[in-house]
């Protein structure tokens, strides 16, 4: 994917969101670190843009969590509200298992919804997202690669060997 594939996936993905919530109240965005940050970011600018308001959107460090090291800067208020929790790959499934913790140890959310960029399949835990900027169907060995400006000079999705 260049950037305007993602540009358009991150579009379609904010119109989901605003259409199967009926609106964007009572949302959140939360980021997954690293990657899964800049990418919430987008998608809350976006909504932000279509609706004319500011989302709230925050960030979890999952590593932190499974080291059972509380990160406490966690300060967005998940209680009783929708939380799109974003990251940008979605492979097996054990990184959002690990969100998915550290989000109920944090508070009581009404609803959890999960927006990638990218589902490749292989889960190994019933675990799928709610919006997919783009399926790629992968071998176990391939590696997907996701390039944010933010780190990597350049937006685009890349897949490796």
């Given at each position: 994917?260049d950037?305007?594939?993602?540009?358009?996936?991150?579009?379609?993905?904010?119109h989901?969101?605003?259409e199967?919530n009926?609106?964007?109240?009572?949302?959140?965005?939360?980021?997954?670190?690293?990657?899964?940050?800049?990418?919430?970011k987008m998608?809350a600018?976006?909504?932000?843009?279509?609706?004319?308001?500011?989302?709230?959107?925050?960030?979890?460090?999952i590593?932190?969590y499974?080291?059972?090291?509380?990160?406490?800067?966690?300060?967005?208020?998940?209680?009783?509200?929708?939380?799109?929790?974003?990251d940008d790959?979605?492979?097996?499934?054990?990184?959002?298992?690990?969100?998915?913790?550290y989000?109920?140890?944090?508070?009581?959310p009404?609803l959890?919804q999960?927006?990638?960029l990218?589902d490749?399949?292989?889960?190994?835990?019933?675990?799928?997202?709610?919006?997919?900027?783009?399926?790629?169907?992968?071998?176990?060995?391939?590696?997907?690669?996701?390039?944010?400006?933010?780190?990597?000079?350049?937006?685009?999705?890349?897949?490796?060997e």
């Amino acid at each position: 994917m260049d950037e305007k594939a993602i540009q358009r996936a991150i579009t379609r993905i904010s119109h989901e969101i605003i259409e199967k919530n009926k609106g964007i109240d009572d949302i959140c965005i939360v980021g997954i670190k690293s990657k899964g940050i800049p990418l919430a970011k987008m998608i809350a600018e976006k909504i932000g843009q279509i609706e004319d308001v500011d989302l709230p959107c925050g960030f979890i460090d999952i590593t932190a969590y499974r080291d059972d090291v509380k990160d406490e800067g966690f300060d967005l208020d998940v209680h009783d509200k929708t939380v799109v929790l974003v990251d940008d790959v979605l492979f097996t499934g054990r990184t959002i298992r690990a969100a998915l913790d550290y989000i109920i140890d944090n508070g009581r959310p009404k609803l959890i919804q999960l927006a990638v960029l990218i589902d490749r399949g292989h889960r190994e835990l019933p675990i799928r997202a709610d919006y997919v900027g783009k399926n790629v169907p992968t071998s176990r060995l391939e590696k997907v690669q996701v390039n944010f400006k933010e780190f990597d000079q350049e937006n685009s999705v890349i897949i490796c060997e």
